[in-house]
């Protein structure tokens, strides 16, 4: 099993550090404040110094297997009014975009039946989101809203295992939304569940429309992974084991964002903080990976042609973000050389996203030698692989295919995977039937 070979540092030096990354670079006194933190580091440090030192000279004598000092739980948030208030912030933040995403929708009749249909879908599927919020707010191993960047959204919830007792696999998640709707909290079941099999679930925040564009998703996107890349491992998560993960919209802009780092990295470009080598698989599921094909698929679904060309910044640019259509670019073949191994998988009834959108990528992938698998499953939907079929409970052969891949080569985790009890059902089974034929994906 890969674990970290660097100490983690004490929880006193964490703590300096959260505090420093939490200050804004734009905001007043400022300067002042990271001064101040830089002394408090620096006293810790030499404080911690001795401590440091024995526990390398301890380590040093043990086996090669090594152990990290069991992690502090993460806390709850520091005051409920402190969360009322955020809430509020983002209420008014969302109703104003929404107003002016309203301009650019206007009165149309698919979009309007289908934000129906979204409303009832979500009514009956509320006893199971009830009980996913409660966790998401009240849980002590969520830590919710961890800046990663200076730009609006620029937020990640890190959901933790029960105990922290050596380095735990890391999987960053980029949730969906049809690029309008997607949240950092449209992740929590599965963090809640990969959690639960020891591993560490990071779900990255990005600006939706119309506060940005596809442009500003994919560098929010980047910036979350770099993130990630470089400060994991004082959360107790393995920097050699990290996986990202995008369903949906998510999975294109996740896939966009792996793609342009493999093609900086094959010209030699600097200036980059995360290599596309730290990322040790990518799961891509129920996504989209050629726009161009896409244009006139999602205009008949209620994602007007019109609407969908502002969020991708014009047609000229839907080329630029189509990794399929990038394959096709001369240099294409060096860059493919820096991927890692890539899974995507689909529902063969999913009418949101067409399955052939992952075959195609696939096989681009494929013809260029990348290592490039695709796993369909027969009759599902696009939303019965990410929520009604986990909500439902027992087994889940998508969740335990991607488990399976992230612990290959662990005896030890394998054999608890093989024990871990069956997921209990979260919703009645006539409401998710119901809400599978009201579903407006």
């Known amino acids: 099993m890969a674990v970290s070979t660097s100490s983690s540092p004490p929880p006193a030096i964490l703590q300096a550090a959260d505090r420093r990354r939490a200050v804004s670079p734009s905001s007043s006194g400022s300067v002042t404040k990271l001064a101040d933190d830089e002394t408090d580091t620096k006293t810790l440090l030499s404080r911690d110094a001795n401590l440091v030192s024995a526990q390398h000279h301890h380590h040093q004598q043990q086996p090669r297997r090594r152990t990290v000092a069991k992690l502090r739980r993460p806390q709850r948030q520091k005051s409920f009014r402190q969360d009322i208030g955020h809430a509020a912030c983002e209420t008014y933040l969302v109703t104003r975009l929404a107003i002016k995403l309203l301009r650019y929708l206007g009165l149309g009749y698919r979009w309007i039946t289908r934000l129906a249909a979204l409303a009832l879908y979500a009514m009956l599927l509320m006893p199971g989101f009830l009980q996913v919020a409660y966790y998401y707010y009240f849980s002590s191993q969520v830590r919710r809203s961890v800046t990663y960047g200076d730009q609006p959204r620029n937020r990640l919830d890190l959901h933790f295992p029960a105990n922290i007792d050596e380095p735990k696999p890391v999987v960053i998640f980029v949730t969906g939304g049809a690029w309008i709707i997607g949240y950092k909290a449209w992740g929590a ?61 998510g999975a294109h802009i996740s896939s966009c964002a792996l793609l342009d780092q493999a093609f900086k990295e094959a010209k030699g470009e600097k200036g980059t ?19 161009l094909k896409l244009v006139d698929h999602f205009h008949n679904r209620g994602l007007y042609r019109s609407l969908f060309l502002s969020i991708m910044e014009g047609e000229e640019s839907l080329p630029k973000f189509s990794p399929e259509v990038r394959l096709k670019d001369p240099s294409a073949k060096a860059a493919v050389c820096h991927l890692p191994p890539i899974v995507l998988f689909h ?95």
């Open 189 to 249: 079941f599965l963090g809640k569940q990969l959690a639960e099999r020891d591993i560490i679930v990071a779900c990255i925040d990005y600006r939706n429309f119309p506060q940005g564009t596809i442009g500003d998703m994919v560098t929010d996107a980047s910036e979350g992974i770099s993130f990630i890349c470089s400060n994991i491992s004082a959360y107790g998560g393995d920097p050699d084991r990290i996986y990202l993960m995008g369903q949906s919209a």
């Open 347 to 441: 529902g063969t009834a999913d009418r949101s996203m067409p399955p052939c959108a992952s075959e195609d990528f696939v096989d681009a992938l494929q013809s260029l030698g990348a290592k490039a698998e695709l796993v369909l499953y027969k009759g599902k939907t696009h939303t019965d692989l990410f929520l009604q079929d986990p909500l439902r409970g027992g087994k889940d052969d998508l969740f335990e295919h991607i488990v399976a891949a992230i612990h290959a080569g662990d005896a030890e985790a394998l054999a608890k995977d093989a024990k871990a009890p069956a997921r209990r059902r979260l919703v009645p089974e006539v409401l998710l039937r119901l809400a599978g034929h009201i579903s407006p994906f």
């Open 273 to 291: 903080c995360w290599s596309v080598s730290q990322i040790k698989a990518y799961f891509g599921l129920s996504g989209g990976y050629n726009l």
